[in-house]
């Protein structure tokens, strides 16, 4: 049968097989419905091998046409398949429609036994391989030619092989059915062209040969693989693009609304004995022509000063006006004079490419209060684009790689468990076979050789099976012969007593220290270095070497050479023993530097790291299975650096003076490979904007701007997805992996050295102290504590609160409790008007600190517990606490010295007593007092004011004497205050309560900074007291619980790190010092002090030469700032390269440097961009993916310890989380009702219509048009043009709003956005009315149409918008609680940092990246520095400024006007500090800020799916009971059932018809058909929720919790179910239609053929009847 489904074997493909394919086509039979059953088998698809399943291939079956085996393609595709020797499948269309040979023709065959070997394609791999070398290189020899010409002979040679073996066009497998032969017959055909005809003087067409290296794609089938999984997430990522273009496309009008044409605004030097024609030039006159020297240069800047007429704006100096002049900055490609200026800026902002310059520019020309405008952009919207990219690639990729789990579980799972055993059981016997005869030879040394042995063969049950080869047998046993030794007994004596030194653990912690000390000694290397030191370091390394070798020889001995090299560790150890010996021959050879062995010596101790080791084994296989995906990155970059050679690297010789005043290549250009590629690399590391400015002027706008945006965005996604896979196998990271045998050897070294110490330790103490017995018989047991619950007797019978409190305390792990709940005891009633001394404000912290409890080793804790149930000071009975041990310990009679009990008087026990009673009624007002709510508002105003106060404290201070002392006693007045609540909490808690609370103890902390501060002021030696200042907004933490929750939430997510954290600083430091090696002492250059810039080499050679120059005396030989002198410097520089902020100087000093004291030369050493180059894959790219990886893997576990919620909000924004989730979701909004009168009710109608809210969109985007098509400077008519189009939307808006308020009326300003659209309406008729009032200067000519542009937002909401903009809302407006918790902390480190730069560097030089917009002078300023930094841009800048510490640099003794403080020089190491501290807390609640936005991105499917119940809805069901259930008897009529249902609020809701899933709930039913209120509320949970564990746990709790809130429920027996009752009545009704039929069919019988049949007909008539009405009683009976 043609349509078998079943397993099939070879047949060969012959003429029968031909004729029953054209006889199913030309039939068209009825097997369409089988056939549509049929899916493709995967593992057959063309371009895999054959399963194995099928056996071997027969012979005379390959390279010969067979019958598919697939039905699918066999039955539906009318194919043959084709196998070649490798099992490879190839598919071909058997039906001849265009130029298609027959299956059977001989010609055909010979074409297809060429296209199948393997030789033919390996050929067109060498083939592609070696035209896309050749095209990567210049000025080709001429024999090349002949080569490209064989080259395009074997191209068109293939293509004439496809067209004959596959067909023109004759299905989806024929040549035009592949779209990558489209690409191979077109790259052909235009290179034909070019080569034989006149048109190959067009460079395009020569471009086209480029697209050839594409052709290594369809030559891999895993390469095809990747390209179709990008183009799924091309279409899942068509949403978000539409977004962003949306997004871009609406900042770009509202840029050009508020900036068009202020870039232009320059300071213009200006006559001033002619102020008539001064004030007449402001005006735009063009009267005086300026040229370059008019303008005002900064100096060392390109571009003019921009200024603006903003009193927030840049000033001019004196003599210079501000006049519109000139073209904008960056040659006229920065501005927002049109449309795509302005969406090249957005998309440049967006990408965060330089965007300090633009800001700079804007602030400068516009005024610092636009800073706000990039807040949005550069901060939120590119964070939000970023993060919705980064969530559907990884929900494909999750997709992607689930779908690949089931393929590899359900692929040939017999046949691969056989391979798998025949392979174990070959490796078995070659393994039994070498311990046999190991045994033979060395018998006494058995153990610890087949110890290692079985180490080795498990260590290679891990490889993957493509390392396994085997080899010949003399092989083996040559290795056997050769390899383990036979030796005398001697020999084998020394062998065991090597084989103990090896393995004990103190050998593997001397290895480890002898790394270190050899990592240390590497590290230790600087410029300059004394003879002394370098000695020592040499014979350091030369005597580390020698214990490496030794260790080396001992472990050969111990466990013979067979078995030492199959361990990988071995290995490494014998390459770093070998490199060292060869650095040693070589020493004396200069230029040969080993760096091999630095890396090799870093890998050596990951041996003994046991996270290092399992961080390398994931990578491994990620990388293993990403293979194919990274040799397509590598494919699409070396792709697009030739495609930019061949396209731009003619214009760049061409047109170089129009960039270059020399006309000499710069830097970044495509002339050659090299140069090329590093600008196709930085573009694809975000530095694309300065390149792309080269290229417009060399090339031109119309080929640059797409061949850029193709290389961003297609590089990018490449990137992403490889960045989403490598972090998506490290958030499996277990830090609990299985360790080596060397480091537990060296963890139990270290146990054995902390044991030692601590047993010296132990003898000393013993000696000299004794253990106090009271001491040991205390007791704090934290399980106690956690027990406790706030909750009342009243909130425990509310049913909701009990079911969450139940969900908290259930399981079998006891968790703390929350912090509302033990900040509020509720007092129980019998001990009410009693306070907890002594108990604070009991925090998670608290519970954690078990280092301070004690375990009991007698009965007094439950005398102690008795005692504090009993007392006046408790609420509930709990173990008593540490501070009210204190109390406890101070009340028990003290014995004396001789252990007798002292005896007191009756008059001292009455005074002591009564003292006691007034020292409890004072702890217990304190207690009342701080735990007063007011109170606490009052303390968080206090903290919020004297934070406040500090951004008053800027460089003005001293010129605004008011205030500075109304800040002086704000201080005092603020640590008084302070002070008193410390002092009230001391009394109230106690001392061991306050300072085992963590919040309290930054409270004293901050307390300490405002004694100091105030003792600084006091006194003028102690005034660097003062700075310390800025630690007072610390105090804000401990005040604000959704800052609490955040920081314990990085704190959870951050800490587990640690150890990854180490490992890639440990990467850091390799490659700072490689850096060291390399660079150092190599970036000293002469500067010519005139100009500023640097002597060319052929001036100046080294440094004797630059110190033998006249003018030497103010510009010594001088070293770049940035450097790598030794290893801290250059952990400073990789930081800036790893941020991209100041690296292209960098790696130009890398580049130009030459050798120690000589001058840099251009590019002298060009191939040092490699350096950096693997740094940032390396020491970046794969590093980040590590930690955010794991971060992820601790943010899911903390997320599941809370029972999945999101874990930075707090409890009371859980709740209202979920009512915003539940509203989002739900999509509800309560329309106005229609009006009743006919006029009104056709406006509403004509209003709610969807064509008219279509038409209201239309509007909207029409109106944004018009602000596209304008233009600076644009004509009067144009600018008419615009008025009328302006007033004419005005009045069309005014009519839908007049509509709408006459259909809704009230309703009308129920919704939020019709207020809005009536204020816009209102504010656009005053912005059209204003100029005719007030003249047209003083009202912007774009405020009518960026109000106007407001109602873009329409786009967005449900119901209005595409529905897709709001699916990628959702996760922003669900996580904006979490979110902004975030951004509080971030505003408070922010402050802080800010703080603290005003205090240290108000008074920097301004240069570089300090400047009159971005300084420390102000709190403003110093916000605006800080927000660079915090988007990673601009720091480098900054820092340099603060690097001017020296005379040359700075001026120490320069005064500062209206201030005390002299000198503008930086402090370099507070510098370091302080931005290398910011940026690594800014990145790290930054990347919180992705993982909390994209996981609520991911969860959203899901909870879409699994609908869950909130509180809420719990207490909407028991509101409509009520009303169904009004005596409260706990029972509804099961008539009633259906209207109940119905009367529910979604998600509970079920509309009518509901009676049949009514009765599928299969409800419990009690006497009088009556159903009680918990089984309804039972089911409908159920059916919303689903089934499963959690659900079950939940219903029981649910149970529980209702039994609890009604104790006197009625309890009845039920009879039966809702679905029995309907079973019932069923069955009744078949079995009287059954008897009714029988009756009729015996009365057929009975009764002759007569009249009477009429009768019998109207008793069966009246009997039918009578059964109906049995029936229809029967249904009454079930109404349901």
Known sequence: ???????????????????????????????????????????????????????????????????????????????????????????????????????????????????????????????????????????????????????????????????????????????????????????????????????????????????????????????????????????????????????????????????????????LRWPQENENDTLHNRTGSHHYVPERENFYYLQGEKYALLCGNRTDASQCPEGYV?????????????????????LLAMFRLMTQDYPELLYHQILYASGKVYMVFFVMISFWFAFYMASLFLGVLIMTYEKEKQRASEKSRDTEPKFQSTVKDQEEGNEAIEIKTTQIEMRKRSPTSINTTLDVLEETTLGHKEEPEMSRKKCPLCWYK??????????????????????????????????????????????????????????????????????????????????????????????????????????????????????????????????????????????????????????????????????????????????????????LLPRWHMSDFLHAYMTVFRILCGEWIETLWDCMEVVGQFWCIP?????????????????????????????????????????????????????????????KETVPTEAAGQICDPSVKENVSGHTLSELSDTPTFLKYNEKSSGTEKTPMTESESQSLNVSPSVSGTVPIASGESDIENLDNKETQCKSRNGDSKEKMKQSSSSECSTVDIAISEEEEMVYEHEKPKPHKNGYEQKSSPGQVSRESRNGKIWKNIRKTCCRIVE???????????????????????????????????????????????????????????????????????DFMVVIVFCLSLIGKSREDLSPLTSIKFLRALRVLSQFERMKVVLRALIKTTLPTLSVFLVCLMTWLLFSIIGVYLFAGKFYECIDPTSGERFSAFEVMDKNQCESLVFNESMPWENAKLNFDNVGNGFLSLLQVATFNGWIDIMYS???????????????????????IIFIVFGLFLPL??????????????????????????????????????????????PAPRPVNKVRGFIFDLVTHRVFNVIIILLICFQATTIMIQTDEQSPQMETAVYWMNSIFVILFTLECILKLSAFHCHYFTSAWNVHDFMVVVFSITGLLLPMTIGQHFVPSSLVQLILLSRVIHILLPGEGPKVFYDLMLPLMLSLPALLNISLLIFLVMFIYAIFGMYNFAYVKKEAGINDVSNFETFGSSMLCLFQVTIFSGWDGMLSAIFNSQWSDCDPDKINPGTQVKGDCGSPSVGVFYFVSYILIAWLVIVNMYIALIMEFLSIPNKRKARTLSEDDFKKFFQVWNRFDPDRTQYIDSSKLSDFAAA?????????????????????????????????????????????????????????????????????????????????????????????????????????????????????????????????????????
């Open 1 to 267: 049968m043609l349509t078998s489904p079943e397993l099939k074997g070879l047949v060969p493909f012959t003429a029968e097989s031909l004729e029953l394919i054209e006889n199913h086509m030309a039939k068209n039979c009825n097997e369409d419905h089988d056939e549509e059953d049929l899916k493709p088998s995967l593992d057959l698809e063309a371009g895999k091998e054959l399963p194995f399943t099928y056996g071997t291939l027969p012979l005379g079956t390959v390279s010969e046409p067979l019958e598919d085996v697939d039905p699918y393609y066999y039955v539906k595709r009318n194919t043959f398949m084709v196998l070649n020797r490798s099992r490879v499948i190839f598919r071909f269309n058997a039906i001849s429609v265009f130029c298609t040979l027959s299956p059977l023709s001989s010609l055909r065959r010979a074409a297809i036994k060429v296209l199948v070997h393997p030789l033919f394609r390996l050929l067109i791999l060498i083939s592609v391989v070696t035209d896309s070398i050749l095209m990567c290189m210049n000025n080709l020899p001429e024999w090349t030619v002949a080569i490209e010409n064989t080259l395009l002979g074997i191209y068109t040679f293939e293509i004439l092989v496809k067209i004959i073996a596959r067909g023109i066009w004759a299905g989806p497998f024929s040549f035009l059915g592949d779209l990558w032969n489209w690409l191979d017959f077109s790259v052909t055909l235009f290179e034909l062209i070019t080569r034989f005809s006149p048109l190959n003087t067009f460079q395009m067409l020569k471009t086209v040969r480029t697209l050839r290296i594409l052709k290594i794609i369809p030559l891999s089938h895993g390469l095809q693989s990747v390209v179709a999984t990008l183009a799924q997430c091309l279409r899942k990522l068509l949403g978000v693009v539409v977004l962003t273009l949306f997004s871009l496309t609406v900042f770009s009008l509202l840029g050009m609304g508020l900036f068009m044409g202020n870039l232009k605004h320059k300071c």
């Open 322 to 342: 501000c006049v519109k002049e000139g073209t904008n900055p960056d040659n006229g490609f920065t501005s927002f004079d049109n449309f795509g200026w302005a």
């Open 478 to 663: 040559f290795t056997k012969t050769c390899f383990i030794w036979k030796c005398c007994p001697c020999w084998i004596k020394l062998s065991i007593f090597a084989d103990r030194i090896v393995t004990h653990p103190f050998a593997d912690l001397f290895i480890v220290i002898c790394i270190v000390l050899n990592i240390c000694f590497l590290a230790l290397y600087h410029f300059p270095m004394s003879e002394e030191l370098l000695y020592l370091l040499t014979i350091g390394h030369l005597v580390l070497l020698g214990i490496y070798i030794i260790e080396m020889i001992l472990k050969i001995v111990a466990v013979h050479p067979y078995v030492y090299f199959q361990i990988s560790w071995n290995i490494v150890d014998t390459i770093i023993v070998f490199i060292g010996l060869i650095g040693i021959l070589l020493i004396n050879i200069e230029g040969i530097d080993i760096f091999v062995l630095f890396p090799l010596i870093f890998i050596k101790l990951g041996k003994y790291v046991p996270p290092f080791k399992n961080l390398m084994h994931i990578l491994g296989n990620t990388l293993v299975a990403l293979k194919d995906l990274v040799l397509l990155l590598f494919i699409f970059v070396y792709f697009s650096t030739v495609f930019g050679m061949k396209l731009f690297g003619q214009s760049y010789k061409d047109c170089v003076c129009r960039i270059d005043q020399d006309c």
């Open 707 to 767: 061949f850029y945006m193709v290389v961003i965005l297609i590089g990018n996604l490449l990137i992403l997805y490889l960045f989403v896979a490598l972090v998506s196998s490290f958030s499996s990271y277990d830090a609990t992996m299985e360790v080596s045998k060397e480091a537990k050897n060296f963890q139990l070294a270290l146990a054995r050295i902390k044991r030692g110490i601590n047993c010296v330790f132990l003898k000393i103490l013993c000696k």
């Open 932 to 1002: 007063n709510s007011w109170f606490q508002c009052f303390i968080g105003l206090v903290t919020l004011l004297s934070t406040g106060t500090l951004a008053f404290e800027d460089i003005y201070i001293d010129q605004r004497k008011t205030i500075k002392i109304l800040l002086e006693y704000a201080d005092m007045i603020f640590a008084y205050i302070f002070i008193l609540e410390m002092l009230l909490k001391w009394v109230a808690y106690g001392f061991k309560a306050y300072f085992s609370n963590n919040w309290y103890k930054l």
């Open 1150 to 1172: 890398a580049v130009d440097s030459v050798d120690v004291n000589m001058q840099p030369s251009f590019e002298h050493n060009l191939y040092m961009y490699i350096y950096f």
């Open 1185 to 1230: 993916c590590m930690l955010i990886g794991v971060i992820i893997s601790n943010f899911n576990k903390q997320k599941v310890k809370q029972g999945g919620s999101n874990i930075f909000i707090t409890v009371t924004q859980k709740k209202q989380y979920r009512a915003l989730k539940k509203l989002l979701y739900e999509d509800f909004q309560r």
């Open 1544 to 1680: 529910l609020d979604p998600p509970l809701f079920m509309a009518k018809p509901n009676k049949g899933q009514l009765v599928a709930l299969d409800l419990p039913m009690a006497a009088g058909d009556r159903i009680h209120c918990l089984d309804i509320l039972l089911a409908f949970t159920k059916r919303v929720m689903g089934k499963d564990e959690r659900v079950e746990k939940m219903l029981s709790e649910i149970e529980a919790g209702f039994m609890l809130a009604n104790p006197f429920k009625i309890t009845y027996e039920p009879i039966t179910t809702t679905l029995k009752r309907k079973q019932e009545a069923v069955s009744a009704t078949i079995i009287q239609r059954a008897y009714k039929s029988y009756r009729l069919r015996q009365n057929d019988k009975n009764v002759p053929d007569s009249p009477i049949i009429d009768d019998d007909r109207d008793n069966a008539a009246s009997k039918g009847a009578h059964s109906d009405k049995v029936e229809e009683k029967a249904s009454f009976q079930t109404p349901i």
